[in-house]
């Protein structure tokens, strides 16, 4: 029987995530180890400035988003995450839900955010806080702009703690407003 056995082919199908951050394995929390003087000579040689015109965006049409400082690519800092999310004209972000509170500072534009229900009105400049455990959504209310939102949270302490409730109840739409499927975020 040996040699008329069928052969077994698995093939692999390498398919481009738009929103590879949700997909991919992450470094939510790094090994810290060495000798105290070593790790604290590290520490002080790492970058205090970091670049997000370096990053380029990822996501679209009507979500746009940036990590600029997070355990992965910061090793400065273990317990922040720090992003930079823009949403198109008229349009909105994830329905998601984390256990760790997040603070969103508007650097541009105005919308609203749906926190359990609740609607929230911001605009450039204001500040806005996302509790914990609390289920929301972003919208741009604006048909003829962009909204430019800085995010801070400090999930990788929670996840570190195993508080690793996260969850996408509904993805950004796949399809741009009417009049803006060529949108891109500005710099």
């Known amino acids: 029987m040996c040699g008329d056995e069928p052969t ?47 990053v380029p965006f990822k996501g679209g049409p009507a979500k746009f988003g940036k990590n600029i400082i997070n355990p992965q690519h910061a090793p400065v800092t273990q317990a922040i995450e720090t992003h930079i999310d823009v949403l198109a004209p008229g349009s909105h ?54 909204a430019r939102i800085l995010i801070f949270k400090a999930k990788p302490m929670f996840l570190f703690f195993h508080m690793m409730f996260q969850k996408t109840v509904e993805y950004p739409p796949t399809v741009a407003q009417p009049g803006w499927e060529d949108f891109k975020p500005e710099e």
């Open 93 to 146: 972000g994830q329905k998601h839900g984390h256990m760790n509170s997040a603070v969103f500072f508007i650097l541009e534009g105005k919308g609203y955010d749906v926190h359990d229900g609740t609607r929230i009105n911001w605009e450039a400049g204001d500040a806005a806080i996302v509790e914990n455990a609390c289920v929301h959504q972003h919208f741009n209310a604006d048909p003829n702009h962009q």
């Open 8 to 54: 077994q082919v698995t093939v692999s199908v390498v398919k481009e995530e738009k929103w590879d951050r949700w997909q991919k394995k992450r470094i939510f929390v790094r090994e810290v180890s060495g000798k105290y003087a070593e790790v604290y000579r590290q520490l002080l040689e790492q970058p205090r400035v970091y670049k997000s015109k370096t």
